[in-house]
């Protein structure tokens, strides 16, 4: 397919006319009108009728009409790109994905080590189901995936799961709850209020399974998908709400609240997922080395964190 001939024809349907069009670029009538003619011969179908005096799109037509705007527009956004190149092509480019299963406070953490390398990084974030995002690194739209589970055995993307690391859950609880929390832990969650994650979660179905493993039978007050809500929820006194035990200060001190106790059986898992076995990418390197050596090693082997300037 000629792409002039197509661009002619986008201007004759946008200015309504050949002889508008004409005008507009500078050609005879008869110039176009035998181009449109060669696009219709390409394409096996007419793509305009006459009306009267003028000329109306076909069904036909209208469709290819959307398929020429959306690969001008494509094009206009890629002379934008080469222009500003030599400006950004001086920062480093991080897309990841962020499984929105995975809480927002483990996500911002993980990320943290790509902005502090010593060249600019420019990160972009979309936040998905993992289906979705890993169709998204499937086609290249992605360089990293963050998830809190690996690959699916029932999706068929040729990607590699690099583990980060695990953390056991906590209970965090607000003042206001504390005096009703009587007796040890985990015995004072029996019957107390409780905020839960979403029961199609990793993290919520090995939580129910710890309850009831223990006999414990809180009372249920909410379930929520997204965490940082269950944690806003439990900041106001709604309930006893969970979030990983490997930020259990960093907990307390935003949201004013005290735990509990922990049950570190009840594990979280968070993977890296690339299209590439080996890492190469100096951010999800970056990323990958802070989680295993940081964030989820054990106490005696975290390195110490850089002080904030």
């Given amino acids: 397919m000629n792409y002039k001939h197509l661009h002619y024809f986008l201007q004759v349907a946008k200015l309504g ?22 696009l ?9 009728a006459r009306s009267g005096r003028g000329l109306a799109l076909t ?12 690969i001008f527009s494509i094009g206009t956004e890629l002379a934008e790109a080469v222009r500003d190149f030599p400006r950004q092509g001086k920062l480093l480019a991080l897309r990841i994905g962020v499984a929105d299963a ?37 086609l290249h739209r992605l360089d990293l995936v963050i998830a809190d589970a690996p690959i699916p055995r029932d999706v068929s993307v040729r990607a590699f799961n690099h583990r980060l690391g695990s953390s056991g859950v906590s ?14 832990f985990p015995a004072c969650l029996d019957g107390a209020p409780l905020l839960l994650p979403a029961e199609e979660s990793a993290v919520g179905q090995r939580l129910r399974a710890w309850l009831h493993a223990r006999s414990l039978r809180p009372r249920v007050v909410g379930e929520c998908d997204d965490s940082a809500l269950a944690k806003e929820f439990g900041r106001r006194g709604m ?3 969970v979030g990983s035990t490997v930020l259990e200060r ?8 005290r735990v509990l106790g922990a049950a570190p059986e009840v594990m979280e898992e968070f993977f890296a997922i690339t299209v590439e076995r080996r890492i190469t990418h100096p951010c999800v390197t970056a ?23």
């Fill in 171 to 184: 209970f965090f609880a607000a003042p206001s709850l504390l005096a009703s929390c009587t007796g040890p």
């Fill in 239 to 241: 309930g006893i709400f």
């Fill in 102 to 138: 995975v809480p927002k406070a483990i996500a911002c953490r993980l990320i943290e080590p790509a902005t502090q390398l010593p060249e600019p990084v420019r990160i972009v974030c979309r936040e998905w189901k993992l289906d979705t995002l890993l169709a998204e690194l499937a």
């Fill in 40 to 48: 219709e011969e390409a394409l096996g179908t007419p793509l305009f």
């Fill in 17 to 38: 006319g050949v002889l508008r069009a004409s005008e507009q670029l500078h050609l005879s009538p008869q110039t176009i009108s035998g181009q449109i003619q060669l």
């Fill in 287 to 309: 990323i990958t080395e802070a989680a295993r050596n940081e964030l989820f090693a054990p106490p005696a082997r975290r390195r110490a964190r850089p002080a904030a300037a």
């Fill in 250 to 257: 960093d907990i307390e001190k935003q949201y004013g609240v």
């Fill in 59 to 70: 069904e036909a037509g209208r469709m290819v009409l959307g398929y020429a705007e959306d």
